[in-house]
């Protein structure tokens, strides 16, 4: 099946560090993955994403590159805000007799710190 | 866009009582997902639906859980009865149809059984 491992949090930063979230994958087929965001109280929003490998998924000073030979997908930032603050996911779609569903890692919850 | 809307964004209710979630996806998306959330097990697909059809619902954890979707600009989830294990935050997401597009997610239903 289809799975996404995520590292342990939470992370604790000072604000302007060098921040990187580890994440791998398992898949049946060939994945697209994505990174979401989720911040206090509110849903997930998509942060950032890749369909094919060596792709690089960017937004908001966050970046992540697809690496099929390592099956992973770390999201780094180089200097982190207060407001980056948030839980993030890890996670892939495989297409497959019209499944779209997407498979979660656990998350990542993240505190910058001034 | 007015994006996925739910409601009730917040509700309590004593274990028993029937639970009714609501979901409006975004106008044109074919894909509309039910996640749960908890602490202990993360984010869950509960079931989704293609063009208003259940396509897999082996998430539903119980028979005491339904899901619908009457036309393609509403769904409901059901609880029925309501336990204090079900307390969680219960996503509604939408996707508009090719492989890789974006999922995007409500803000969630908080419910508390007590």
């Known amino acids: 099946g289809n799975s996404v491992t995520q590292m342990e949090g939470p992370v604790t930063l000072s604000e302007e560090a060098f921040l990187t979230i580890n994440c791998t994958y398992t898949?049946?087929?060939?994945?697209?993955l994505f990174w979401y965001v989720q911040y206090p109280g509110e849903g997930l929003q998509l942060l950032l994403k890749a369909t094919k490998a060596d792709d690089k998924g960017s937004n908001k000073g966050f970046e992540a590159t697809y690496r099929k030979e390592t099956t992973s997908f770390h999201l780094e930032k180089g200097s982190v805000q207060v407001s980056d603050s948030a839980v993030y996911f890890c996670?892939?779609?495989?297409?497959?007799?019209?499944?779209?569903?997407?498979?979660f890692g656990k998350g990542t919850k993240l505190s910058v710190i001034p | 866009d007015a994006g996925v809307i739910q409601s009730p964004r917040h509700e309590v209710t004593e274990m028993g009582q029937e639970v009714t979630l609501r979901c409006k996806p975004i106008?044109?998306?074919?894909?509309l997902f039910w996640y749960r959330q908890t602490m202990m097990r993360g984010l869950e697909l509960l079931i989704y639906f293609n063009n208003n059809v259940p396509i897999d619902d082996s998430g539903m954890p119980e028979d005491r859980f339904s899901a619908k979707m009457p036309n393609a600009s509403f769904s409901t989830l059901k609880i029925q009865p309501s336990e204090p294990r079900d307390s969680a935050v219960y996503f509604c997401a939408s996707q508009g149809g090719y492989f890789g597009n974006t999922i995007y997610f409500g803000e969630g239903s908080w419910l508390t059984v007590v």
């Open positions: 898949a049946t087929g060939y994945p697209s």
């Open positions: 106008s044109g998306h074919d894909y």
């Open positions: 996670a892939l779609t495989v297409s497959g007799a019209g499944s779209y569903q997407l498979t």
